[in-house]
């Protein structure tokens, strides 16, 4: 089987330094699970503790939204493994394609969420600045700060994500990357939006699906 990289030093062979990048990956991806974990722990605890003022707070977030983001984010996740699979097999073209098409969507989810996060801050829901609502006067408040928490972190992640997928788009359709030799590169971009994909795929029903 190829590995699918260019033998560079210290490793004596291709299969030593693909596992080496994959690792490093791993261990990467683990302590940004662990950051988000305790994020979504916090958040489970608490909404054993007020059901009832979870379920009010979740009733102000936009369900279609959410849901319409999910579908684009799943969706910018299959162009990746698709361009993945095209770096594999040396289609460069195809790469840039690909990836163009999931930074599109990705980018989409981006201003959707952005037309979220007015519509937050127009009706009082945001900690700090704009207008008061009485929602944020009692318990639900938490969870309404909890939600700000993980979609902004997220939201990082996403632009982080979308600068990368850039990035390896450009190197590999102006040919600084060669693919098959390199798809290795294609691949560790690949993770790391799939593990973005994922973080939303546990902020979705953890926040919009509370309202009971």
């Known amino acids: ?37 305790g994020i979504f722990a916090l958040v489970f605890a608490y909404r054993t503790l007020h059901p009832d003022a979870v379920a009010e707070a979740a ?5 279609w939204i959410a849901t319409a983001n999910t579908a684009l984010l799943l969706t910018s996740s299959l162009f990746v493994a698709l361009a993945v699979h095209a770096a594999r097999r040396g289609g460069r073209r195809a790469v840039a394609g690909w990836l163009g098409l999931a930074i599109a969507f990705g980018a989409a989810f981006l201003a959707l969420k952005g037309v979220e996060y007015w519509k937050d801050y127009t ?17 639900a408040a938490l ?23 850039g990035t390896i788009a450009t190197l590999v359709g ?16 690949g ?6 994909d994922v973080v939303w795929v546990f902020i979705y029903p953890l926040f919009y699906l509370a309202r009971g």
């Not at 009706?123 to 318990?139: C, F, K, N, Q, Y």
């Not at 902004?152 to 982080?160: D, F």
């Not at 993770?191 to 973005?196: E, G, R, T």
Request: aromatic letters at 10%; zero cysteines; charged letters at 15%.
């Open 1 to 37: 089987m190829a590995e699918h990289v260019t033998l560079t030093e210290p490793y004596v062979e291709p299969r030593q330094q693909r596992q080496a990048d994959f690792m490093g990956m791993y261990v990467f991806l683990g302590t940004e699970t662990m950051l988000f974990g």
């Open 59 to 63: 009733r102000h977030m936009r369900l």
């Open 123 to 139: 009706e009082g829901l945001m900690p700090l600045i704009g207008p008061h609502a009485s929602v944020r006067d009692g318990p």
């Open 143 to 165: 969870f309404i700060d909890l939600y700000f928490v993980a979609t902004g972190l997220h939201a990082i992640h996403m632009t982080v994500g979308l600068t990368l997928l």
């Open 174 to 189: 102006g040919r600084r990357k060669g693919v098959p030799s390199q798809a290795v590169v294609v691949e560790m971009g």
């Open 191 to 196: 993770l790391y939006w799939h593990f973005v």
